[in-house]
C-alpha cells in the first residue's frame, strides 16, 4: 500500500505543479494578488506531496519490500542499513525523485522566505519554477516511474551497486544535486525578470543568497566525490576529467562567474543582461548533466545504465527550457538600461575578466566533453577519446591568469583604480612568495616549470588574500584590540570572500603537489616482500580472506616504517559482492599533512590457486594531496560565512511603488 500512496502523491503533485505554472503568471499580468499568492500555497503542497512521496521510497528500501522494482533492483537483505536507506537515490528513479524533492525545497523555500520579494516577482519565479516540476514530475510518472511493481516477487534483491556502497557516495547525490538544482530558483528568477522586463539592484540582491547557496553545496558535492573516487576506486586519482565528473563541474565554473557578475549588478547595476545570460546558462549546463547522465551517451562509472529513450524525454525538456529561456532573453534582454560606466581598470573590470575566463574554460571543458559524440555522429560510428591530455594542456593555463588577477581584484576600487598603487601594496606579498616558491623548489630538487609557475601564483593568492584582510583590519597599524573590534566589525561576507580565495590557493598547492611530485610503485608481491618508495620501508605479509555483510574480500597486510622506525600497519582490501557479481578495490592510506602513503591490492599474480602467493600491489606517495580537501572545506566555510552575512537576506534596495500595485478582487 505504501509504494501505491508514493504514486499518488506524485500524481497530485503534478496536478498542483500544473496549477502553479499558470495561475501566478496570470495573477502577475492581471495585478490579481490573490492568484500571486496562490503559489504559496501550491509551493508547500508540491514539497508536502513529494516529500511523502519520497518517504514512501525510503520506507519500501527501510523494510526491504522486494515487490517494488526500484528496491529490488538495488538493494539486498544482507545490505547494511545505511546502505539500503542511500540505495533511495542510488538508482535512476530515486535519484530523480531526489531532484524532484530538492526542486520543491526551493520552490517552498522562496515562497516562504522571500517576504522582501514583491509579489508580481515572487509570481513570475515560482510559476517558472513549476514548468520546470512539471517537466520533471511528468518524466518521471510516464517513463520512470520509481513504485512500479514486479509480480511474483524476487526472494532477495539484486544489491546496490558496490561502489556506491559507501558513505561518501551516501552524501554525495543529495550535495551535488542540491547545487544542480539550486540553480533553477536563479534561473527562475532570471526568466521572471525577462518576462518582467526589468533587472535592477534589488533583483541582484534577492538573487545572490540562492546562487550562493547552490555554490555552496555544489562545491562540497563535487569535492566529497572527487574524495571518494581518490579513497574508493584504487588508483589514486582525485580527478580524471571523466564526462559525467566534467558535467558537474561547468555549472561550478559558471556558477561562480554568476556569483560574481551578481555582485556587479548589485553594487553597480552593471552587468545586468550578462548576468541573466549567466542565470540561464548555468542551470542549462546542470540540466545537461541530467540528461548526459542518464541518456546512455556516455559512458562513466557515475553514469545510470538506462536505455536511451529516456534521455529523449529529458532532450525534449532540454531543448524546450534552453531554447525557450534564449528566445526570451533575445527578445528582452536588449530592452534593459544599460548600467554603470567604468574604466578599464577598475573592479568592475576584474570581475569582467574573472568572468571571461570563466565562460571560456567551461567552453572548453564542454567541447572536450561533447566532441567524441559529435565525432562518432559525423564519421558513422568511428569512436575516439578526449582525456586528461587535452584538458590538463587547454585548461590549466588557462587558469593561471585568473589566479593572479584573483589577488588584485579585491584591492582594485569600483569604477576607477590606482593599479600601480595596488602593486605598491603587494611589493612584500611578492618577494614572500618567489622565497616560498624558491623554497619548496630546494625541497623537491625537480620538475616541470609549470608546477613552478603554479605554486608561485598560488602562494602569491594566498599571501595577497592575508594581506587585503589584514589591511582591512588594519592590524599592526593599530592597537590589537582595535584590530579585533574591526574583525569583528567586518562584514561576513567579507570573511568568505578571504576564506574562500584562500581555499583557492590551498586547493592549487594540493593539485599541484599530487600531481608533478607523485611517487608510484605497481608490482607483484610475494608475503615478506619489501618496498622502498619516498623514504618509506613497506613491508608486505600476505593475504587473508575476510567476510563482511554482504561481501567477502582478500585483504592485505603491510607494514609502514621509515628510517627503521614502525610507523603503521595497513590493510588494503580486495572485495567481492556475490548477489552483484562485482568487485572493488578498498585502498588503505596512511595521511598526513605533507602527503599521502596509498596502498590498494589487485588481482593475484595467477587467477588459479597461485602456490606463489603473488599479489599485485600499487603504491603511491602523493605530497600535499590533503590540502586539496583541505582547500575544499575553506572555499564551502567561505561560502557559507558570506551566506550568513544578514544583508544578503534583509535590507535589499526598495523598489518603484509600481511593482506591488496589485488588486484584491471585490467580493
Known sequence: MTPEIGHFALALALAMALIQSVIPMIGASRRNLIWMRSARATSTGQLVLVGIAFAALMYSFFVSDFTVVNVAENSNSLQPMMFKLAATWGSHEGSLLLWIFILTVFGAGVAHFGSNIPDALKARTLSVQAWISVGFLSFLLFTSNPFDRVFPPPLDGSDLNPLLQDIGLVMHPPLLYFGYVGFSIVFSFAVAALIEGRVDTAWARWVRPWTLAAWISLTAGIALGSWWAYYELGWGGWWFWDPVENVSFMPWLLGTALLHSAIVTEKRAAFKSWTILLAILTFSLSLLGTFIVRSGLLTSVHAFAVDPERGFYILGLLAVSIGGSLALFAWRAPMMEPGGLFKPISREAGLLLNNMILATATGTVLFGTLYPLFFEALTGGEKISVGPPFFNAAFVPM?????????????????????????????????????????????????????????????????????????????????????????????????????????????????????????????????????????????????????????????????????????????????????????????????????????????????????????????????????????????????????????????????????????????
Not at 481 to 495: E, G, K, M, W
Open 399 to 667: 587558469m593561471l591568469p585568473l589566479v593572479f588577477a584573483m589577488a588584485l581584484g579585491p584591492l582594485l576600487s569600483w569604477k576607477r583604480a590606482d593599479l600601480a598603487g595596488v602593486f605598491q601594496r603587494l611589493k612584500f606579498v611578492a618577494v614572500l612568495s618567489v622565497l616560498a616558491t624558491l623554497a619548496i623548489w630546494y625541497r623537491m630538487n625537480g620538475g616541470p616549470v609549470l608546477g613552478y609557475l603554479s605554486i608561485l601564483l598560488a602562494f602569491w593568492l594566498l599571501f595577497a588574500t592575508v594581506r587585503e584582510w589584514v589591511g582591512r583590519i588594519r592590524l599592526f597599524e593599530v592597537p590589537f584590540t582595535d584590530a579585533v573590534r574591526r574583525a569583528r566589525n567586518l562584514p561576513r561576507a567579507s570573511h568568505g570572500m578571504s576564506m574562500a580565495h584562500a581555499g583557492v590557493a590551498v586547493v592549487i598547492l594540493g593539485m599541484v603537489g599530487s600531481s608533478v611530485w607523485k611517487s608510484e610503485q605497481i608490482l607483484f608481491a610475494q608475503p615478506g616482500t619489501d618496498v622502498s618508495i619516498a623514504g618509506f620501508e613497506v613491508e608486505f605479509r600476505g593475504v587473508e580472506r575476510v567476510r563482511g555483510p554482504n561481501y567477502v574480500a582478500d585483504r592485505g597486510t603491510l607494514d609502514v616504517s621509515r628510517n627503521g622506525e614502525r610507523l603503521t600497519t595497513l590493510y588494503p582490501e580486495r572485495r567481492s559482492y556475490p548477489v552483484a557479481q562485482s568487485t572493488t578495490t578498498e585502498s588503505a592510506i596512511r595521511s598526513t599533512l605533507a602527503g599521502d602513503l596509498y596502498i590498494s591490492i589487485g588481482q593475484p599474480a595467477l587467477e588459479e590457486a597461485d602456490d606463489s602467493g603473488a599479489w599485485t600491489l600499487r603504491i603511491l606517495y602523493e605530497p600535499w594531496v590533503n590540502l586539496i580537501w583541505i582547500g575544499a572545506c575553506m572555499l564551502v566555510i567561505g561560502g557559507g560565512l558570506s551566506l550568513s552575512d544578514r544583508r544578503l537576506r534583509v535590507g535589499a534596495p526598495k523598489r518603484a511603488a509600481v511593482s506591488s500595485d496589485a488588486t484584491v478582487p471585490a467580493e
